[in-house]
């Protein structure tokens, strides 16, 4: 038996139907929907994705995800494109809404856009004064480039005045002996 130099009927149907409903349709169902018999479908839906027996249909079934692909490929500029589009589209139809979020979505599956989600835990009530001011200054350190630089001045309040007569009595306890 030689090498056969073009796929037949049956084994291009089942290559297209194989890629067009991938993940709709499993490799046996497509074998039987190419005309293949049902009793041997599992086997010959296996063999026909190897490329040791099958190269032809291999190679097919890879030329046929790259037209896909190609066909449904976002670039950014594509996506900008078709964002402008949907813009004038939904402006004349007053029902922009759906269609700016579809393009979105578009755009996010293709990781144009990141969703970054932070959770942090704990209270600013729970922190110490100098704790507080420590962050302040790391959190004015790290967006030096986006924060405008503002003079101020510190302002004593009279809680601050009750405070250091509360810690100035705590510490005159703590050092008289008992």
Same mark, same amino acid.
């Given at each position: 038996?030689?090498?056969?130099?073009?796929?037949?009927?049956?084994?291009?149907?089942?290559?297209?139907?194989?890629v067009y409903n991938e993940g709709r349709k499993t490799p046996r169902e497509?074998?039987?929907?190419?005309?293949?018999?049902?009793?041997?479908?599992?086997? *010959?839906?296996?063999?026909? *994705?190897?490329?040791?027996?099958?190269?032809?249909?291999?190679?097919?079934?890879?030329?046929? *995800?790259?037209?896909?692909?190609?066909?449904?490929?976002?670039?950014?500029?594509?996506?900008?494109?078709?964002?402008?589009?949907? *813009?004038?589209?939904?402006?004349?139809?007053?029902?922009?809404? /759906?269609?700016?979020?579809?393009?979105v979505a578009r755009g996010k599956a293709a990781g144009i856009y990141i969703?970054?989600?932070?959770? &942090?835990?704990?209270?600013?009530?729970?922190?110490?004064?100098?704790?507080?001011?420590?962050?302040?200054?790391?959190?004015?350190?790290?967006?030096?480039g986006i924060i405008i630089d503002a003079k101020y001045d510190l302002v004593?309040?009279?809680?601050?005045?009750?405070?250091?007569?509360?810690?100035?009595?705590? /510490?005159?306890?703590?050092? &008289?002996?008992?």
């Amino acid at each position: 038996m030689g090498l056969v130099k073009r796929l037949t009927d049956m084994q291009k149907r089942f290559a297209e139907l194989y890629v067009y409903n991938e993940g709709r349709k499993t490799p046996r169902e497509c074998a039987i929907e190419a005309g293949y018999d049902e009793d041997s479908s599992h086997v *010959r839906a296996s063999e026909l *994705r190897n490329p040791k027996k099958f190269p032809l249909v291999v190679k097919y079934i890879g030329e046929l *995800r790259e037209e896909v692909q190609k066909k449904y490929e976002i670039t950014f500029e594509k996506h900008i494109t078709e964002l402008a589009k949907l *813009r004038e589209e939904s402006r004349a139809k007053g029902a922009w809404s /759906a269609a700016i979020n579809a393009e979105v979505a578009r755009g996010k599956a293709a990781g144009i856009y990141i969703d970054q989600k932070i959770i &942090k835990h704990g209270k600013l009530d729970d922190l110490t004064e100098k704790e507080l001011e420590l962050r302040m200054k790391q959190i004015l350190d790290d967006h030096k480039g986006i924060i405008i630089d503002a003079k101020y001045d510190l302002v004593e309040t009279k809680n601050d005045e009750k405070m250091n007569s509360i810690e100035n009595t705590q /510490a005159d306890k703590d050092t &008289k002996p008992s």
